[in-house]
């Protein structure tokens, strides 16, 4: 079949399926440069609006991860078990989570990203820590991976270009938000990855992508489908993202709130969710009697941390940077604290310095705000309810602004329920 781009975009603009023949060129060309960023941001454009079936996610999936490389941790005889979060407020559960993972038997292969917008990017936390590196060649990653159990890096240049090419362009095109780019974008790089299973924290709530349930579930199941059929055991999990996970939100501070989870200690809903995550994953590598809570409690996990954190040149014993200045917010009203917004918590946060406008920008490491208090908390007037931390003074206005209407206390005594963290499963 002879191809050419405008009846591939004339296609999906006319409501029609792309045959799979169509798919894998127009994928291939524009790898290559021969669809140019204007004609593929027309066809992105058609699938936001008119989307595509399973089959042609499912073969659009497959032209991605056809483009670059993939890689294969045959060799290290371990079981392989990766996460993958759709991006949340004050998301550090990578962090406990792959050292967990690793100190109860499996290997934990986790290409993570940066931070853009309100949501935090695990490398930028770990960034935080003094001497750490995110960039590893293929063979880097793999000897960390073989030593320590688990490995958080950048993903190098090799594993599906396309969506590299593609995400960026999404990003300025206003295409980001459409179910099957977004799952086949994440999917193509996680079974590139080579991992042989996969669990997914589909986050649903003002400070996650998917506002709404319905379409936090219809992401999920289209991202199991996709993993399954690709020979990568899939399952889901959907969260709550209404409200930030932890009482901290930004780089270095989440670091520290990650250690003392480590600890045995940090926040109920950060614990809660950490093994919530690891039982699944365990579960899809084949190890369902691992006990991921007495691996937090008898130190190995921390073991695990420290000595996959050296592996990476970072000092685990060293000071982690903190912000230059502070400013608390205070509570204005005794009572019970019944909603602290997500979206609103993540844009302050940015608007401090935790986070970027560009790839390009640099982030502070000690910036971020600290929650003194959740939802269904009791709080006092004139206590703090969160403190700002930044070295640029001059934006605390900036993220007070994002802050205005953010969060309701009710009067003492009242009835209030708080929401559970892990709200849906999606079996694989
Ligand atoms: N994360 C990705 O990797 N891709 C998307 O499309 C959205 C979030």
Known sequence: MSMDVISVIRTKRDRGALAPEQIDWVIDAYTRGEVADEQMSALAMAILLNGMSRAEIARW???????????????????????????????????????????????????????????????????????????????????????????????????????????????????????????????????????????????????????????????????????????????????????????????????RESVEVLAGGGPADVVELTLALATEMLAAAGLPDADPAKALADGSAMDHWRRMIAAQGGDPGAELPTAREKQPVMVPASGILTRLDAYAVGLAAWRLGA?????????????????????????????????????????????????????DIAPQGTEFAVSPIVLERVPG
């Open 61 to 255: 999936t497959g032209a991605m991860i056809a483009s670059g490389e993939r890689m294969d941790f045959s060799t290290l005889r371990r079981h392989t078990a990766d996460k993958h979060s759709t991006g949340g407020v004050g998301d550090k559960i990578t962090l406990p989570l792959a050292p967990l993972v690793a100190a109860c038997g499996a290997a934990v292969p986790q290409l993570s990203g940066r931070g853009l917008g309100h949501t935090g990017g695990t490398l930028d936390k770990l960034e935080s820590i003094p001497g750490w590196r995110a960039s590893l060649s293929n063979s880097e990653m793999l000897g960390v991976l073989a030593d320590t159990g688990a490995v958080v890096c950048a993903a190098g240049d090799g594993l599906a270009p396309a969506d590299k090419k593609l995400y960026a362009l999404r990003d300025v095109t206003g295409t980001v938000e459409s179910i099957p780019l977004i799952a086949s974008s994440i999917m193509s790089k996680k079974i590139a990855e080579g991992t042989g299973s996969l669990v997914l924290d589909v986050k649903t709530g003002s400070g996650a992508f998917m506002k709404s349930i319905e379409d936090a579930r219809e992401l999920a199941s289209t991202m199991v489908e996709l993993g399954n059929d690709h020979g990568v055991r899939t399952r889901a999990l959907l969260t709550d993202m209404s409200t930030p996970l932890g009482l901290t939100v930004g780089n270095a501070l989440e670091v």
């Open 355 to 407: 986070g970027r406008a560009r790839k390009e920008d640099p982030v502070q490491a000690g910036a971020g705000i600290e929650l003194h208090a959740k939802p269904g908390d009791p709080v006092t007037a004139g206590r703090p309810l969160m403190t700002l931390y930044s070295d640029t003074p001059q934006t605390f206005a900036y993220a007070l602004e994002a802050l205005a209407g953010s969060y």
